[in-house]
């Protein structure tokens, strides 16, 4: 039998008073109990009228269609939250309202990278700076050719063909590292210079650069993401540029930057995602730069700004509030949605203090739902904070 | 023997003038013959010294380094001009100078691709609009479905479920078209406000539905794109949401939409193409705006911004000036640059009078050139221009 909802437009509430429709409402975990009648959640509403065929009348006894009572609780968001919501109880799985957070669950791993360190033995270096590409060019074939067998700084030679040809090419965030650590000189310019060139190209230039050198000086080698989408690709302490057994060296791991102070709209920051996904390798997300101090509410430590509390699955069975802690907080973007850097900041802020993981969940424009788990990791000595983000099917 | 340059500093040219050092400049395609002396162009002279061990002197029998030799020459996108000359001609392939186009070499095809028309009952339909997330939602049942089952418009029920739930969810530019074509009516809200919402989401939103509706009314379907990376995903003519023999559709071409007014990072734009790739679409290009009406020099019909003249290969062999004709013209770029529309509309525009196709040579920060091939399509009834961007390993 459909379940009946009622609607108080005066008081904006949606209840199910009918005992038959009160169990299920109980047992499918939807909505709050309070002295026999259930208060639901206007997504648990929308989501009982769109899927489970619930009729909603309001006090006067008249019929409510899902756009009526949409429209009363109108809000931000408000359908890439309902979406997201319907996607995930699709799934069969429950999602909850975040008021009902009251503890610390302690469900967040880290995972720490290992790290080793940079050292380098003293050169004396001179390059041409090519401004307008942002090339520096090492023309002394020996000292190129060290530079890149033994650090793996510069591409010298040839792109996998090192013996074809003499140069050593660096790039901005390797020249400017290479001055800042290791004494190279421009011959034609100088580092406010190359500053001044690669911020008009690339105005978070120097927010890369601070993600290049945290890893270069933790023994990382940094090289360009282009082909796999991203600012950089990694590889772990002890690479090296040469092949052992003629086999070429993979990169796992590809870094993207996102500044806290830029924005970025869901479907091009998704996209590189996929790039990486496509070609297996783990995405990683910096956001670099100063964490605005924000003030917790003493009142409530639980208080957050992200949708939903999510219940997965455990042991072939699903997770419940009855008895059972929630995994995830889930964030409800869509295709179309800008989102900053800060703002990501802050959520995964939030679920560190919650101790839950976060769950980025985008409804594209035909209303289909991608998941992003966002992990944190550990870079031993970093002052940053970065993260793996994963494509999850939930 | 190594080749000997003679660097003349004065005039600015770089010079062959050893008889044994002349011939094998000319069977390698390399500069201008001009009374027993070869001139050669600064990317000739450097590729010569980095690749081929040339040696440089100046008039006064000075050794003159690679980075001394570029210092003289220095240009716009001087070392992306170089490292994408280096890679064409690393594949043993040759590339000259555009100065010497002189004639319309009618080798650019244009693809054509067919064409229907949108036809469609009279509806009368009304839909609620959600401005933060700008879906319209329709929530008469047999008004939705069928506005699904038989134009594909809006998600009737669940994504890959249409059984599941009763409302249609249309996207910004559906609810667009349906307000312009098809008498649909926002019970909380017009057209007006529609675009109002739309394009503070996304700057582009009317160029973006300039070139849905092109597409829509020449009876191609388009849905989103999200899952392949870009703006759109085409059906051709006479598709329809339905599985046959349960299986589904599968669309083969997506669009991406480059207006002519914007600036894109080229990385940016390169992961487009890569995530279209990946899952085998066909990439299209869209730049729609009015054409700047640019004044074609009456003096030299064939000159062009772009970088080099390129011959590619035939049955097994290369092409070459001596006995063919070249085949594209290469566009210069590297990973960190900036591209607008206006200007790629313009490279085209260029390939397009001189006969040729466009090939956009992108260098990354290791110097490893990925090359993009343009082609022109025809959506006949158009007054727009389309392009397949095709990969290319050459």
Known sequence: MAVELELDKQHKKVLVKEPASVTSMVTGHYGYMKKGTVELFPEEALYLMDIRNAKCHDSA??????????????????????????????????????????????????????????????????????????????DDEAVGKELYDRYWFGQFGTYKAEQRGKLSKLDAYEALFLMRHCNLHLSNSNEHELI??????????????????????????????????????????GASPSRSNDEWIHSK?????????????????????????????????????????????????????????????????????????????????????YIGGEELAEAIEDCKRIGLELLLAISDRETSVTYYAIKRLELPGSKYEYYEIEWEQP
């Open 61 to 138: 006894l008249n019929q409510c269609s899902f756009n009526e009572v949409a429209g009363l609780f109108e809000c931000k968001k408000q359908m890439a939250r309902y979406f997201t919501y319907k996607d995930w109880r699709d799934r069969g799985l429950i999602a909850r309202q975040v008021s009902e957070i009251c503890e610390k669950y302690g469900r967040n791993a880290v995972k720490k990278y290992p790290a080793g360190s940079f050292l380098m033995d003293k050169f004396a270096m001179q390059a041409r700076f090519f401004p307008d590409d942002l090339w520096s060019i090492i």
């Open 253 to 337: 791991h590809v870094i993207h930057v996102f500044p806290r102070d830029s924005k970025m709209l869901i479907s091009e920051w998704s996209r590189a995602i996929r790039v990486a996904h496509s070609v297996k390798k783990t995405f990683i997300l910096a956001i670099p730069g100063e964490k605005k101090k924000k003030k917790i509410e003493k009142k409530d430590p639980f208080a957050t700004t992200l949708d939903f509390l999510l219940y997965h699955r455990h042991k072939g069975g699903i997770e419940n509030p009855k008895d059972g802690k929630p995994k995830y907080l889930m964030f409800s973007l869509s295709e179309e949605e």
């Open 196 to 237: 001044k060139y690669a911020k008009r190209q690339h105005k978070d230039f120097l927010h890369l650069y601070e993600v290049y050198e945290d890893w270069r000086l933790r023994g990382f080698v940094l090289k360009t993401g282009f082909k796999f989408g991203t600012h950089f690709r990694i590889y772990f302490p």
